[in-house]
């Protein structure tokens, strides 16, 4: 991994993933045919190696073509990230006019932050439209050229309620009453705004915009009617384009002969090597050989340019995507065991792949439970699903009967991590069959949820033994938890 904890980062990258799934959603139910056009912007998994990226929106409809940048937030605005004196980074770098925003609504839980309603689409042509409105924050750091926080104005309500009238000057609503204020009626002036709302329209504290300068919020529906072309965009004179076409082909419907010609032919010509990278995988979807010895060229070829070392990185990330595929698995497992790879971040990537979120090898990770580099154990131990098959689980039950002073305490975080009923009857039963291993099969059961294991070792014997340890399990107290965790060990650093 390479980097230490950092909580806010992984709560930042939470947030943006659960908001661009909850878009996904919302398109979905609308119509549309959503896949992430940006990787990795639906996931929370922190990587140190920096892909360098096209300028992509997160979200393509690949029947209608419309893209979709996503901005999930805790604190709504009309609110982009901007870079005036850098064209790459310019608030709306890259996006079409006929692009659109989703701004998401976000809120705490146990879970991390949630959005807890509908996405609010905004034009990117209305958005600059009305960018003279809009005011720049404070450089977010103290680097040249550091980004800032452009704003729309709006209003956004801070309590739920509901709009009992709207003029040419104002918008009046009855807020609705709280534990702590009573119901009351309250007047938000436009001031050069326009309202979003009509009269009877309900609306929930935080998560909307009553009113904006923008001439309007979008309406899903109108693109509906879009076609898209995706063979047509392989010969954009734009990058985004052509990538954009080339990776939604693979999903779609279109005929397979037609697309694995072009985008053969595509990779034949194509110069910018992240539109060539992801023709490869859309190629290697349909069969292509050349799409395979592609992508094989990107994670083997570049090792020597260290300027281009990042696409093996996107190269490894694209094999977990191809799950069906069989070159994927040898390619992944390649990596993970090449002595050239020591020490890169690149192995940790490739364990991942073979794993819950890839190709779902689990059988190929359990070497890498024992192996030297311990942040390769920690991705093959977190790469484990609770679909792991039971030949897999009976194998790490057996190594723990070793009592290897690294291999045990994996492969029983391991077991823990899987934690089905799979495990908890193959430990039972070895705990029954295998001495040695016993000490070790306790401490793996005593740190399994209580609930669970009550429940299923209910009446044996053992449960007796698991008792005392099963209080202080990870959640079954106000001392076990995570957060409690942390903060109880920060707090003991504090001894100077």
């Given at each position: 991994m390479g980097f230490k904890a950092d909580t806010s980062f992984l709560k930042f990258l939470t947030m943006g993933a659960r908001g661009v799934h909850h878009t996904m959603a919302q398109l979905t139910d609308a119509g549309f045919e959503p896949i992430e056009l940006e990787r990795y912007c639906g996931s929370n998994k922190i990587w140190t190696t920096k892909v360098k990226r096209l300028r992509l929106a997160d979200v393509l409809c690949v029947r209608t073509g419309l893209r979709v940048e996503v901005k999930a937030k805790s604190d709504l605005k009309i609110k982009m990230s901007d870079a005036p004196t850098n064209p790459d980074r310019v608030w709306d770098a890259g996006l079409r006019n006929n692009d659109l925003i989703a701004f998401v609504a976000c809120r705490e839980s146990d879970d991390g932050p949630v959005p807890f309603d509908r996405p609010v689409f905004f034009n990117v042509e209305e958005l600059r439209k009305t960018v003279g409105s809009s005011k720049l924050?404070?450089?977010?750091?103290?680097?040249?050229?550091?980004?800032?926080?452009?704003?729309?104005?709006?209003t956004i309500p801070s309590r739920d309620g509901k709009v009992i009238q709207v003029t040419s000057e104002k918008?009046?609503?009855?807020?609705?009453?709280?534990?702590?204020?009573?119901?009351?009626?309250?007047s938000f002036p436009l001031k050069g705004k326009t309202a979003y709302v009509r009269?009877?329209?309900?609306?929930?504290?935080?998560?909307?915009f009553l009113s904006g300068t923008p001439a309007s919020t979008a309406n899903l529906a109108n693109y509906l009617s879009q076609s898209y072309d995706p063979l047509a965009a392989l010969k954009s004179t734009n990058a985004v384009d052509r990538y954009a076409g080339a990776k939604a082909l693979r999903f779609r419907e279109d005929k397979a002969s037609s697309v694995r010609s072009a985008i053969e032919t595509l990779i034949g010509k194509e110069t910018e090597l992240r539109v060539k990278l992801e023709a490869a995988a859309s190629a290697a979807a349909f069969g292509s050989s050349l799409g395979q010895d592609t992508i094989a060229e990107f994670v083997w070829k570049e090792q020597a340019d260290k300027e281009l070392a990042?696409?093996?990185?996107?190269?490894v990330l694209i094999l977990a995507e191809l799950k069906t595929e069989k070159f994927s698995g040898v390619i992944l497992k390649e990596i993970a065991t090449h002595k050239a790879?020591?020490?890169?971040?690149?192995?940790?990537?490739?364990?991942?792949?073979?794993?819950?979120?890839?190709?779902?090898?689990y059988e190929e990770l359990l070497p890498f439970i024992a192996d030297s580099d311990e942040d390769v154990v920690l991705h093959a131990i977190a790469a484990l699903g609770p679909d792991t098959p039971h030949a897999v689980i009976k194998r790490l039950v057996v190594t723990l009967a070793?009592?290897?002073?690294?291999?045990?305490?994996?492969?029983?975080?391991?077991?823990?991590?899987?934690?089905?009923?799979a495990v908890l009857k193959t430990l039972v039963d070895a705990y029954e069959q295998d001495p040695a291993a016993r000490n070790w099969i306790l401490a793996t059961l005593g740190?399994?949820?209580?609930?669970l294991v009550r429940s299923k070792l209910q009446g044996l014997a053992l449960m007796d033994r698991l008792e005392p340890m099963l209080l202080f399990a990870p959640g079954a107290n106000w001392l076990s938890s995570e957060d409690m965790n942390i903060n109880l060990s920060f707090l003991l650093k504090q001894n100077i």
């Amino acid at each position: 991994m390479g980097f230490k904890a950092d909580t806010s980062f992984l709560k930042f990258l939470t947030m943006g993933a659960r908001g661009v799934h909850h878009t996904m959603a919302q398109l979905t139910d609308a119509g549309f045919e959503p896949i992430e056009l940006e990787r990795y912007c639906g996931s929370n998994k922190i990587w140190t190696t920096k892909v360098k990226r096209l300028r992509l929106a997160d979200v393509l409809c690949v029947r209608t073509g419309l893209r979709v940048e996503v901005k999930a937030k805790s604190d709504l605005k009309i609110k982009m990230s901007d870079a005036p004196t850098n064209p790459d980074r310019v608030w709306d770098a890259g996006l079409r006019n006929n692009d659109l925003i989703a701004f998401v609504a976000c809120r705490e839980s146990d879970d991390g932050p949630v959005p807890f309603d509908r996405p609010v689409f905004f034009n990117v042509e209305e958005l600059r439209k009305t960018v003279g409105s809009s005011k720049l924050g404070p450089p977010k750091s103290a680097s040249e050229g550091a980004e800032r926080d452009r704003t729309w104005p709006a209003t956004i309500p801070s309590r739920d309620g509901k709009v009992i009238q709207v003029t040419s000057e104002k918008i009046v609503t009855q807020m609705s009453a709280t534990s702590e204020q009573p119901a009351r009626n309250q007047s938000f002036p436009l001031k050069g705004k326009t309202a979003y709302v009509r009269s009877g329209d309900t609306f929930t504290a935080g998560s909307c915009f009553l009113s904006g300068t923008p001439a309007s919020t979008a309406n899903l529906a109108n693109y509906l009617s879009q076609s898209y072309d995706p063979l047509a965009a392989l010969k954009s004179t734009n990058a985004v384009d052509r990538y954009a076409g080339a990776k939604a082909l693979r999903f779609r419907e279109d005929k397979a002969s037609s697309v694995r010609s072009a985008i053969e032919t595509l990779i034949g010509k194509e110069t910018e090597l992240r539109v060539k990278l992801e023709a490869a995988a859309s190629a290697a979807a349909f069969g292509s050989s050349l799409g395979q010895d592609t992508i094989a060229e990107f994670v083997w070829k570049e090792q020597a340019d260290k300027e281009l070392a990042y696409l093996r990185m996107e190269a490894v990330l694209i094999l977990a995507e191809l799950k069906t595929e069989k070159f994927s698995g040898v390619i992944l497992k390649e990596i993970a065991t090449h002595k050239a790879f020591a020490g890169n971040e690149v192995r940790q990537a490739a364990v991942w792949g073979l794993g819950k979120t890839g190709l779902k090898r689990y059988e190929e990770l359990l070497p890498f439970i024992a192996d030297s580099d311990e942040d390769v154990v920690l991705h093959a131990i977190a790469a484990l699903g609770p679909d792991t098959p039971h030949a897999v689980i009976k194998r790490l039950v057996v190594t723990l009967a070793q009592a290897d002073k690294v291999v045990a305490p994996a492969a029983s975080q391991a077991l823990r991590e899987i934690g089905t009923d799979a495990v908890l009857k193959t430990l039972v039963d070895a705990y029954e069959q295998d001495p040695a291993a016993r000490n070790w099969i306790l401490a793996t059961l005593g740190r399994m949820p209580p609930d669970l294991v009550r429940s299923k070792l209910q009446g044996l014997a053992l449960m007796d033994r698991l008792e005392p340890m099963l209080l202080f399990a990870p959640g079954a107290n106000w001392l076990s938890s995570e957060d409690m965790n942390i903060n109880l060990s920060f707090l003991l650093k504090q001894n100077i």
